[in-house]
T-cell receptor, first 114, second 113 residues
Framework: AQSVSQHNHHVILSEAASLELGCNYSYGGTVNLFWYVQYPGQHLQLLLKYFSGDPLVKGIKGFEAEFIKSKFSFNLRKPSVQWSDTAEYFCAVTPSGGYQKVTFGTGTKLQVIP | GAGVSQSPSNKVTEKGKDVELRCDPISGHTALYWYRQSLGQGLEFLIYFQGNSAPDKSGLPSDRFSAERTGGSVSTLTIQRTQQEDSAVYLC???????????FGQGTRLTVV
């Protein structure tokens, strides 16, 4: 079965700082990868996803993530964070194709200080 | 509706009572998930339904928890003899068969007093 690890549980950054949140997965085959975001008081929503092709994926609000197959990683990045990026971020993985469960990491709380 | 709908949005119950939480997934989505999010905790997987297959119940924390999905659509999560540690936000999500990620509802905030 697949699993996901997010090593940073709580990250505090100042506005304009660069962000990188780690995500590593464990699975022996091909996977689809996702990042979700949960803003305070709101429901979880999809930030970006990778299925195949270019391993550098761009999402909404200036976020991007890079799939590095050799490292089983899918780290989330943003060059310059804003106070409005304060949220909880979840990485998720599902085996490619067909009827497969999506497995989530435990989440990383990002706090951006103005 | 266009999204995943959960009801009620808030539920306060007395310790020892049973509660039922409802989820209406996006029409046509074959997969349905229940998660629990406690204060300061991440997403805790509870149960996964996929089409007509037997559900994956590996995340249910105790036999007080059960879930059904009728007709491949609406799902009900039942918690019997609620305890204070059951207090959490219960999230439902659905996804299409292609494994195209999951779409979440707003959740039900359960408070056991």
């Amino acid at each position: 079965a697949q699993s996901v690890s997010q090593h940073n549980h709580h990250v505090i950054l100042s506005e304009a700082a660069s962000l990188e949140l780690g995500c590593n997965y464990s699975y022996g085959g091909t996977v689809n990868l996702f990042w979700y975001v949960q803003y305070p008081g709101q429901h979880l929503q999809l930030l970006l996803k990778y299925f195949s092709g270019d391993p550098l994926v761009k999402g909404i609000k200036g976020f991007e993530a890079e799939f590095i197959k050799s490292k089983f990683s899918f780290n989330l990045r943003k060059p310059s964070v804003q106070w409005s990026d304060t949220a909880e971020y979840f990485c998720a993985v599902t085996p490619s194709g067909g009827y497969q469960k999506v497995t989530f990491g435990t989440g990383t709380k990002l706090q951006v200080i103005p | 509706g266009a999204g995943v709908s959960q009801s009620p949005s808030n539920k306060v119950t007395e310790k020892g009572k049973d509660v039922e939480l409802r989820c209406d997934p996006i029409s046509g989505h074959t997969a349905l998930y229940w998660y629990r999010q406690s204060l300061g905790q991440g997403l805790e997987f509870l149960i996964y339904f996929q089409g007509n297959s037997a559900p994956d119940k590996s995340g249910l924390p105790s036999d007080r928890f059960s879930a059904e999905r009728t007709g491949g659509s609406v799902s009900t999560l039942t918690i019997q003899r609620t305890q204070q540690e059951d207090s959490a936000v219960y999230l439902c999500a659905s996804s299409p068969q292609s494994g195209n990620g999951a779409f979440f509802g707003q959740g039900t905030r359960l408070t056991v007093v």
